[in-house]
């Protein structure tokens, strides 16, 4: 047992669990490692928050791939709780654990069916399909999920992610357009949806890439992954055929300015030792993106 908690008493550690729930830390091991130490042949004296660390312990022992204590949990949540969606719901956890995902989906079906408002067996259900690699499925019932939960960010950013590994550029453009009206002064959803669009290419795409770019760096001048997008845009931008000649020398104004913030912001962050050696590293690379006006 580790020596930070080999001194404790039951009821430090029962404070210590719920400190953790309530600052919503998992500490997966060491909740198993004080459980089994020191709370587990106090369970009764637990009183009503007997039922809470069971839970958490459950939570910990999935994490830790511990099957038999898992199980010894949802025993004892079982019967105290029969019929329970919330126990089910660590039940299909379990299945899905132990690499049984036909009954996991079975049973989050059944939890989804008596309540459709439930959004947690909605987002297991993405899980079990994306660790299947069923790809396809996981984004059908994502947009099912989303359909009812408009607002729920973290889906959003998923469902962008499986249309990117689907290479759907398109739609998870408009994933992310979701996001940033959620959420317009994050510089990191402006630089994430430039990045889609200079990979989806085309000059139009290209233009709004460069607009998205330019207002990331806006939000944050510090934005150096934005810096190089944007330099790598406007090269783009200016060596296209469709790119009229007045706005040629624009366009390769920006470039230049892009590149002198890059250089600038490796000058001042680089360690004193290696500043000479980075920046000349630096200097070289830019060069080779500059274009001739």
């Given at each position: 047992?580790?020596?930070?908690y ?7 550690a029962?404070d210590l ?23 587990m ?15 958490q ?15 010894y ?6 019967k ?6 919330r126990?089910q719901k660590f ?6 654990a ?23 067996p ?40 499986l ?7 398109g739609?998870a ?7 940033i ?6 510089h ?8 889609i ?13 460069k ?26 931008i200016a ?6 000649s ?24 680089t360690?004193?030792?290696d500043?000479?050696k ?16």
């Open positions: 047992m580790s020596r930070i080999s001194n404790l008493s039951w009821t430090e029962r669990l719920r400190a953790w729930r309530e600052n919503s830390e998992r500490q997966s091991r060491d909740t198993v490692e004080i459980w089994e130490s020191i709370l042949p106090h369970v009764d004296s637990l009183g009503n928050e007997k039922y809470l660390v069971l839970e312990v459950c939570f910990a022992a999935l994490d830790c791939c511990r099957p038999a204590l898992v199980d949990c949802l025993k004892i949540l079982m105290e709780f029969p019929g329970s969606l126990v039940h299909a956890m379990q299945l899905e132990l690499g049984l995902y036909h009954l996991a989906l079975d049973v989050l079906d059944s939890i989804i069916k008596q309540d459709e408002t439930n959004a947690a909605r987002k297991r259900k993405v899980a079990i399909l994306k660790a299947k690699g069923q790809i396809p499925e996981a984004i059908k019932e994502l947009t099912e999920y989303l359909k009812k939960f408009m607002s729920d960010q973290e889906a959003w950013h998923e469902l962008c992610d249309y990117l590994q689907e290479q759907e550029y739609k453009a408009v994933c992310m357009e979701e996001l009206l959620h959420n317009p002064h994050n990191l959803l402006h630089q994430r949806y430039a990045e669009k200079y990979s989806q290419g085309g000059f139009d795409n290209m233009l709004l890439a607009a998205y770019f330019c207002q990331a760096i806006k939000l944050n001048p510090n934005n150096l992954r934005a810096l190089y997008g944007l330099l790598l845009t406007v090269n783009n060596m296209s055929p469709k790119c009229p007045s706005k040629k020398k624009e366009t390769i104004k920006l470039s230049e300015w892009a590149a002198a913030q890059i250089e600038k912001l490796y000058k001042t962050k360690l004193e030792e500043e000479g980075d920046t000349k590293c630096i200097e070289v690379l830019l060069t080779q993106l500059q274009l001739e006006a």
